[in-house]
């Protein structure tokens, strides 16, 4: 995970470098460089409380990049951000507090071993869900995914592909982390993590699917798939984390090159508004290439990495009987699939946009940098899917890990220094 972080953080730096938006204002770089510093924070910690730490790093510095821009509507949108961003994060807080009261330490490993032992089982089952609202909200689970839509597309690119990267990602990390490691997961406690899986799927392709506004459509469709990646922790089996890993992966690079052709298309046509924009199969071809790559890869069609992490869910949950999570995974993939279509056929396909809101193409030279970062994401998008086992087997790895969560325990515990 902080391997990949720091891949997109270079590839959407080079991006931003000839991207002429608001983002050359001073102060993005170090708002920017703060935010990746939460991120790889919460990603490489294993204390509960620094976790929190890093979540508020995280918070501090995207809202700071949301409502750069200044304009009334991104600071509308930062507000509803950061409102329920901070009701979640003080529940966070609330519970941490409460686990340490009931266990004496903050150590994860730790914890792994101390909270089996809570006499009150009451207590477990009232803190396992003060943690799952707090990641949920970051995660933008259903019901908690409404901040997502109604901010993310007044950003401007760099920063709306590297929030739509790693920012929910981050929620979903700490779900599968603390709830393969501290908390156990029950039969019942699996079955409302996959209920909620396979509404955030439902209702985030819903929400694409009604709008004609690229930044909405791929808003929508980050919500949508973080339900696939919590299929894994639903089902629980070491397939299915497998699964939910190398999806989280895909998705990171697939996510991050949609948004940053959505800017391409902005600054070629001057529209978000797939109704005012046309012909761009003819003006652009080589971006209409390029968009094919992450748009299926979206989907799941094979031969691309998306295909390989939708397979890594959608198996183990009919081998494990969850049959509505993989019919609701297998429909949802379809309706992505027009949604990807939408795009292309209103954007690049179509012969121009109507006259009274057709706009001029922007020259080609002032790209560079914009097509080497997408041509980077889409050769990694195909490496992946051409080539999938060293990444599946990354991810088996890695599953194994969180299924046997022994090795991790042991391997702490017996470092002197790990529990300062």
């Known amino acids: 995970m902080v391997l990949i972080t720091a891949i997109m953080a270079v590839v959407i730096a080079i991006y931003q470098l000839t ?4 983002d050359s204002r001073p102060m993005f770089h170090p708002l920017y460089h703060g935010l990746l510093l939460g991120v790889t924070g919460a990603f490489m910690t294993g204390d509960i409380f620094n976790m929190y730490v890093w979540f508020e790093v995280m918070l501090i510095s995207s ?9 009334k509507e991104q600071l509308d949108a930062g507000v509803k951000y950061v409102m329920l961003n901070l009701v979640m994060t003080t529940i966070f807080l609330v519970a941490v507090a409460f686990l340490y009261g009931a266990t004496g330490t903050l150590n994860m490993a730790d914890l792994a071993n101390r909270v089996p032992a809570i006499e009150n089982p009451g207590l477990v089952t009232t803190l396992a869900v003060l943690f799952l609202l707090a990641f949920a909200s970051k995660a933008a689970l259903f019901p908690l995914f409404f901040w997502l839509p109604a901010s993310y597309h007044t950003a401007s690119t760099p920063i709306l592909a590297i929030f739509a990267a790693l920012l929910t990602k981050v929620g979903v990390y700490a779900i599968v982390r603390c709830f393969t490691l501290i908390f156990p997961v029950t039969e019942g406690f699996a079955t409302i ?9 439902v209702t ?10 690229i930044r909405k459509i791929l808003s929508f469709h980050i919500i949508s798939q973080i339900g696939y990646m919590l299929v894994g922790v639903a089902i629980a089996t070491p397939m299915a984390l497998a699964g939910s890993v190398l999806y989280i992966v895909h998705h990171i690079i697939v996510k991050a090159n949609l948004f940053l052709i959505g800017g391409v298309i902005k600054r070629k046509t001057g529209s978000y508004q ?4 046309g012909g761009l199969h003819r003006a652009a071809p080589f971006l209409a290439i390029l968009f094919c790559i992450p748009a299926l890869s979206l989907a799941g069609l094979p031969p691309l990495s ?9 198996k183990p949950s009919l081998d494990a009987g969850s049959w509505y999570l993989a019919a609701t995974a297998l429909i949802v993939g379809v309706l992505t699939l027009y949604s990807m279509l939408k795009i292309w056929n209103e954007a690049f396909w179509k012969s121009s946009a109507t006259p009274e809101f057709a ?3 922007a020259p080609n030279s002032s790209f560079a940098g914009q097509y080497i970062a997408i041509a980077t994401l889409s050769a990694i998008t195909l490496c992946i899917g051409l080539n999938p086992e060293p990444f599946v087997a990354f991810s088996m790895e890695a599953a194994a890990q969180l299924s046997d969560s022994s090795r991790y325990i042991n391997a702490v515990l017996e470092n002197p220094y790990a529990r300062d």
């Open 193 to 201: 993590i996959g209920v909620i899986a396979a509404l955030t799927m």
């Open 359 to 361: 706009a001029p193409l």
């Open 19 to 22: 991207d002429p938006e608001e």
């Open 204 to 213: 985030g392709v819903l929400g694409a699917a009604s709008h004609f506004d």
């Open 63 to 71: 809202f700071g990049l949301l409502v750069l821009g200044g304009t």
């Open 306 to 314: 998306g295909f390989w992490a939708k397979y890594l869910v959608i």
């Open 274 to 277: 797939l109704k005012q924009i």
